[in-house]
């Protein structure tokens, strides 16, 4: 079983910045895509970034140039840095990991208001 513990939310203004933190339980080169969800409320989850074993990312349109999503595998983590941020951001940000089947974190609350 892979437990992801996500850290780093919180509220912040239009145009500023946030870092969230993915620790999973298992050694992070065990895992194959790692990434980041979000639902905002009333809406259905949708998907943000990922990125591959061997560091390769991918956006959705929306956050291409904003967002940069990295990962440590000796560290067992995924980071999304978030930037220019937009009240449009504003969701519970889940993180995945994919070994078998996908495991998701509890979620954590990004608010961009001014």
């Known amino acids: 079983q892979v437990q992801l513990v996500e850290s780093g939310g919180g509220s912040v203004q239009p145009g500023g910045s946030l870092r969230l933190s993915c620790a999973a339980s298992v050694s992070g080169f065990s895992l194959n895509a790692m990434g980041w969800y979000r639902q905002a409320l009333g809406k259905q989850r949708e998907y943000v970034a990922a990125?591959?074993?061997?560091?390769?990312?991918h956006y959705v349109d929306s956050v291409k140039g904003r967002f940069i999503i990295s990962r440590n595998n000796l560290q067992n983590t995924v980071t999304l840095q978030m930037n220019s941020l937009k009240p449009e951001d504003t969701a519970v940000y889940y993180c995945y990991a994919d070994r078998n089947d996908r495991h998701w974190g509890q979620g954590t609350q990004v608010t961009v208001s001014s």
């Open positions: 990125i591959s074993r061997g560091g390769s990312p």
